[in-house]
């Protein structure tokens, strides 16, 4: 299943338009208006600021169901009518295949009724992260049996060389309530519930490549899931690598390479069906703790290479697992639990460090490649 794709321009990326959120809006008038101007504050196009032609500008709403696409005309501006109040996510990029980045930039807008809504959104350069978690799928796919054993998480190497994973951990965060009492953005590390080690030492040896634009799959359990779950159930034989546990009771596909737990847990990798995050570090460093007899991990910020945190739903009491600053937002806004879909990187290898932003709910997981 290690296939790859070059990577696709943003505006073709863009072609996808779907709905985000599932409250309806206080107020759905329709009657506020948003004019928008992206600008370039890195200089390199110009001399000074300017405004980007032809850049992809996402709206979505945090409010209801309501995300559309755009692009700027000559002179970097939009300008939508017909705007429910609310508060709206919006993103705007342009890519730079010559370079191998992305300009970028994003905020969050509140537009109020039978308002013009005019701003600015300041865009630079963000490169692009070597490897990343492409995919996560965790819903579950069969809500009569419960069924949810064919989860899987997706890396991509974002470069044009080939790099390797030797060392590398992949971790199942803890939610706050086991770091002392608010320190959640004080810390400097995050916390592990799960951690699983790929084989090999990092900089030393080189058993796990990935290859330039390639996919990693890592089954929670690689086998045909079809079989057991039903018709919206994944695939996984041909997975990359397999999460093992030798402390559990776990099936182990003696054809696929392993990934092996360093924790004490006694059970399967698993994710939340609703609410986690999951990040990977160099697997350089890390602490164990005890809390109420159980083992868990702290990871130094410094050694972390991508995090994600997804939510089904979101709110201003919401507990966060992982600090804002590896992961400022939430992916997975509106996913129903045994969906059979995936949360997935809008451009593989862009990392703008926010899920709300860089990922989306795709219609079906695909693991090897991209939508």
């Excluded at 342009?94 to 537009?111: C, I, P, T, Y």
């Excluded at 919206?232 to 041909?238: A, H, R, S, Y």
Aim: net charge negative; glycine share 8%; charged share 20%.
């Amino acid at each position: 299943m290690k296939r790859s794709l070059a990577i696709v321009s943003l505006a073709c990326a863009a072609a996808l338009v779907g709905s985000c959120g599932a409250e309806k809006p206080e107020v759905a008038e329709g009657r506020a208006t948003l004019v928008l101007q992206a600008v370039d504050t890195s200089g390199v196009y110009s001399e000074g600021w300017s405004g980007v032609a032809n850049a992809s500008v996402e709206i979505t709403s945090a409010t209801f169901a309501y995300k559309h696409i755009f692009t700027t005309d000559e002179m970097g501006r939009i300008e939508i009518e017909g705007l429910a109040s609310g508060d709206y996510y919006v993103q705007a990029s342009m890519r730079d295949d010559e370079n191998d980045v992305l300009l970028a930039g994003q905020r969050k807008m509140k537009l109020t009724s039978d308002a013009e809504e005019k701003d600015t959104l300041f865009m630079s350069f963000v490169p692009m992260s070597p490897i990343v978690i492409n995919e996560l799928y965790y819903a579950g796919c069969n809500a009569s049996s419960f069924y949810f054993y064919d989860q899987y998480v997706e890396l991509y190497n974002s470069t044009g060389d080939t790099l390797y994973l030797d060392g590398i951990v992949v971790c199942r965060s803890q939610q706050s309530q086991v770091l002392p009492p608010d320190s959640l953005e004080t810390v400097d590390y995050a916390l592990a519930y799960y951690m699983y080690q790929f084989p090999g030492t990092r900089g030393v040896t080189r058993e796990c490549p990935i290859g330039p634009h390639e996919f990693i799959v890592i089954a929670c359990d690689a086998i045909n899931h079809y079989i057991y779950g039903g018709g919206l159930c994944v695939n996984l034989l041909n997975a990359d690598y397999e999460f093992f546990n030798a402390r559990a009771n776990d099936y182990d596909n003696v054809s696929v390479p392993n990934i092996e737990q360093l924790t004490n847990s006694t059970v399967d990798f698993a994710l939340n069906l609703a609410h986690t995050g999951v990040f990977i570090a160099t697997g350089e460093e890390y602490t164990f703790i005890e809390h109420d007899g159980s083992s868990f991990v702290q990871v130094p910020l410094r050694t972390i290479l991508d995090a994600v945190e997804y939510s089904a739903t979101q709110g201003s009491t919401f507990r966060r697992y992982l600090t804002l600053r590896i992961d400022a937002g939430l992916g997975g806004n509106g996913m129903a639990r045994y969906s059979g879909q995936s949360i997935e990187r809008k451009v593989p290898g862009f990392d703008s460090n926010n899920s709300s932003f860089d990922f989306e709910i795709a219609g079906t997981p695909t693991p090897g490649y991209s939508h």
